[in-house]
């Protein structure tokens, strides 16, 4: 652009010197103005933050972080800094990947890998993340795009390809093992891989790249009816993988290859996806930063805001060979994983503070017990006016609905996920 513009100044002035009669020189110089006007718009640029070399707790306006480290002092998280060291691989950079590319970016998350093979269109404007401009790039590179002028600290790889073919498995499967980034991690290259793709194809792909490679993963979904969503971590071998028991808020309802017809196309709102991407990116955090509890399975029914939540063991009769493998290795690695588990809980047990947390802190904000307002909870239902019921138990409740039984054979765990999304999709 700013080339342009100096020939375009260039032919103005060879113009001006060819023009026989000076009265039209004024108007000339006129355009000339303005052109430099455009040039000096231009070379102002949008301005761009510089890298940030450490994470700072420093509360001041010109801080990105201030915000997330102060999760630190109010006892949330340990070491935020640590998130810096984390790579997280998103698959499907649609209505919830982007967004979830864009919290984890915000968040300042040390590298991320986007995945996806289409290109932005008018038609995913109802959607968060994407803008008009947009429209023909790929998601990738229009993500890059975005996501680096909102924090260049992030290290942004972009690939574009779709993972279900032979030679983009491949390619997926070794940019996950690459550990360029960080050499002395164990295991792959990347902490967690996110799957934020819309079909069942591409879902079975990353489960399968995930189960030979032993990888954490987190799997989401938004229901065709774009009122539903759920999101579900998973395990090898310790939790069910995504061919032990696909979702049946995904695998059910209508037909995926009926949604391929001319003119048909399924329904999604910004909000649900929203929704989804939050949850999805929440777990996440807890996940690498260490702190409350990870969800291995919470739904989404926005019609009922109903939340249920599940624990999925792996089916010893799954299809996926991978996934068979990782379950023999879990069960041999148990008893050295009791005695660790058995060692932090102890000397977890010897660390109790003494004093209270947050006994003194500058804002003046304390921390309610909130045992007292589960009474209250439980003295309200008592008071509801005449003729009126609950149609929902209460969270605390809806908790204990999976764990309420014995534990599971196999067989059982899967009916009774099945039972439960089939109420939740009703
Ligand atoms: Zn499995």
């Known amino acids: 652009m700013e080339v342009e513009l100096k020939e375009m100044l260039h032919d103005l002035e060879s113009l001006k010197q060819s023009l026989p009669d000076p009265s039209h020189r004024a108007s000339i110089d006129k355009l000339r103005l303005r052109v430099e006007q455009l040039t000096s718009l231009e070379k102002s640029g949008p301005a761009r933050r510089l890298k940030v070399k450490d994470m700072s707790a420093e509360v001041v306006d010109s801080n990105p972080y201030s915000r997330l480290m102060a999760l630190q002092r109010m006892g949330i998280v340990e070491n935020y800094e640590r998130i810096r060291e984390f790579s997280v691989a998103i698959v499907g950079i649609g209505g919830v990947g982007s967004v979830a590319a864009e919290m984890l970016t915000r968040c300042g998350i040390g590298r991320l890998l986007l995945y996806d093979y289409d290109k932005v269109e008018l038609a995913n404007m109802n959607r968060l993340f994407f803008r008009p401009e947009q429209v023909n790039m790929t998601k990738t590179d229009a993500a890059v795009q975005t996501l680096s002028d909102i924090n260049p600290d992030v290290i942004l790889e972009s690939y574009t390809m779709n993972i279900t073919t032979v030679q983009g498995f491949e390619t997926f499967v070794s940019s996950l093992k690459n550990k360029s ?65 696909p979702p049946l808020v995904v695998a059910s309802g209508i037909d995926e290859r009926t949604l391929k017809r001319e003119g048909v196309c399924a329904a999604s709102l910004p909000t649900t996806m ?147 999304l089939e109420a939740l999709n009703s």
Request: net charge negative; proline share 6%.
């Open 181 to 245: 980034f960080r050499p002395n991690k164990e295991g792959s290259g990347v902490d967690l891989v996110l799957s934020c793709v819309d079909n069942y194809e591409a879902r079975m792909a990353v489960n399968q790249a995930c189960n030979e490679m032993n990888q954490t993963w987190m799997e989401s979904g938004v229901s065709e009816d774009a009122v539903s969503g759920h999101i579900q971590l998973l395990i090898p071998g310790e939790t069910a993988c995504f061919a032990c028991a």
């Open 274 to 420: 929203g929704v989804v991407a939050g949850l999805l990116v929440q777990n996440t955090l807890k996940f690498l930063l260490n702190f409350g509890q990870v969800s291995p399975y919470l739904g989404y029914n926005s019609l009922k805001d109903y939340f249920p939540t599940m624990e999925m063991k792996p089916n010893p009769q799954c299809s996926n060979v991978a996934c068979l493998e990782r379950q023999k290795d879990y069960i041999v690695a148990k008893p050295a994983r009791d005695v660790a588990l058995k060692a932090k809980v102890e000397a977890e047990a010897l660390l109790v503070p003494e004093c209270p947390l947050h006994a003194d802190n500058e804002w003046s904000i304390s921390v309610v017990d909130d045992s007292g307002l589960d009474g209250m909870d439980a003295a309200s239902s008592d008071t509801l006016p005449e003729g009126l019921v609950r149609e929902l138990p209460s969270a605390d409740k809806a908790q204990e609905l999976p764990t309420s039984e014995a534990p599971l054979t196999s067989n059982d765990d899967l009916e009774d996920l099945r039972r439960q």
